[in-house]
């Protein structure tokens, strides 16, 4: 049993991470959670490596961009309550608009395909690609020349193999000639939820915040009036439907006019936020402090970063590997690899006062997870992690090399920190 993954993450500590390493253009002043979307930076930042250190190989694993809702579900549950509010006549003015954004956004969703890409997400995909290539320029100009090949993985779900298309144009344009493994559908890309019973029975507490419940109020008092919202059953999970939509709507801002902004105060998209960021924390994250189920599911991910990486230490034609997957891949691998702000488990029910742990850095839209490697003449191997496309210095006992400024790591203390 490898020991490292029953009390590995830090328990306690708030880990303060580094303005740029959270910034490929992207703000958290709307609160859109895990659905902010990712941005579109004209460039990105590496880190150079030591002297005498070249690039070999480079793997990642990111979630797919921006999206249409996956299901219409959300979309009739809120359409449900309306319509019952509307025979009782208990409509504000603003909630009178609401049935006709909730159609107008479906007919665009409809358009795309649920849970497919949109117009945004596609452009994130692009623009990771395009930077890619930018930032990697000479090592890809090295794999054409070795005639080494690129792999793109995805999961099951058709957004993730769209992602892997835009990358791949836009890593194609800028290397026409780049060959490319045959695309690999794996299933450990896709991870269900892993929550344990102390981590639902602390979703739960969250959820009966009183502040909670007053930002649900203020969410439902847009659309009807006080005695209606008095006789909803679940305000917070009515309120919720449509803090959904409002946080789905930023990646749809190019394929619709509708963003549902109008229905959710700032205030309250806050306390919804930690709500959201509360459930995908004890479900993907970190978790409750000395377990490890949020996150488990994460080791076939994990082992195949370091499987993939020794392959190509050992002579492997394969000098890239992309892996296209969900939020709920990134959030448990960036708790495992140590990630700023990724990794600080829970002693007690989570909050934004308690801990750092945020959707919108972990878990975003085509947010990804990238190690580089490098070796030298005598086939010593340093790696560097970006996160989100900028360099993080890892948490916890992550100790760096004695080189590389506290960005690079030996492959034996990498293995000796995850596992």
Not at 232 to 260: E, H, N, W
Not at 288 to 309: C, I, T
Not at 349 to 374: C, D, H, K, L, Q
Request: with cysteine; glycine share 8%; charged share 25%.
């Amino acid at each position: 049993m490898r020991s490292w993954r029953l009390l590995v993450l830090l328990t306690g500590l708030a880990v303060a991470l580094p303005a740029t390493s959270v910034s490929a253009d992207v703000s958290n002043a709307r609160y859109y959670s895990n659905q902010t979307t990712y941005g579109n930076p004209a460039s990105a930042k590496t880190v150079a490596p030591p002297s005498g250190y070249e690039m070999f190989f480079l793997e990642t694993v990111a979630r797919h961009g921006s999206r249409a809702m996956t299901n219409p579900n959300a979309e009739k549950r809120a359409l449900s309550v309306w319509s019952t509010a509307s025979r009782r006549g208990q409509l504000t003015t603003r909630g009178k608009r609401f049935d006709n954004d909730l159609r107008a956004f479906g007919r665009a969703e409809k358009k795309l395909g649920y849970g497919r890409l949109s117009t945004i997400g596609k452009d994130e995909w692009r623009g990771i690609g395009r930077r890619t290539a930018a930032s990697y320029g000479d090592f890809f100009a090295g794999v054409v020349k070795a005639g080494d090949k690129v792999a793109m993985t995805n999961s099951p779900i058709y957004r993730t193999r769209q992602s892997a298309h835009y990358m791949k144009t836009s890593l194609s344009k800028a290397f026409p000639q780049l060959g490319y493994a045959k695309q690999v559908t794996d299933p450990s890309l896709l991870i269900e939820d892993g929550s344990s019973k102390k981590g639902k029975a602390a979703i739960a507490a969250v959820e009966r915040r009183s502040s909670v419940r007053a930002a649900a109020r203020k969410v439902l008092l847009r659309i009807y009036r006080p005695a209606y919202v008095a006789t909803i059953k679940d305000p917070v999970d009515a309120a919720l439907d449509v803090y959904l939509l409002y946080c789905i709507g930023a990646g749809m801002s190019q394929d619709t006019r509708v963003s549902f902004a109008d229905y959710v105060p700032l205030s309250a998209a806050k306390k919804l936020a930690e709500v959201k960021d509360a459930q995908n924390f004890y479900r993907y994250g970190p978790g409750v402090a000395g377990e490890r189920s949020s996150f488990k599911q994460a080791d076939p991910v994990v082992d195949d970063f370091f499987a993939r990486l020794d392959q190509r230490a050992k002579g492997g034609r394969t000098a890239a590997v992309f892996r296209h997957s969900h939020g709920e891949v990134t959030m448990p691998v960036a708790a495992q690899m140590r990630l700023p702000r990724s990794q600080t488990q829970a002693r007690s029910a989570f909050s934004y006062g308690n801990n750092p742990w945020r959707g919108y850095v972990v878990g975003r839209m085509a947010g990804n997870i990238e190690w580089t490697a490098y070796k030298n003449s005598s086939g010593s191997v340093l790696v560097t992690i970006r996160h989100n496309e900028q360099p993080v210095k890892l948490a916890g006992p992550c100790r760096p090399s004695e080189i590389g400024n506290g960005y690079f790591y030996r492959v034996s203390q990498l293995k000796k920190c995850f596992r």
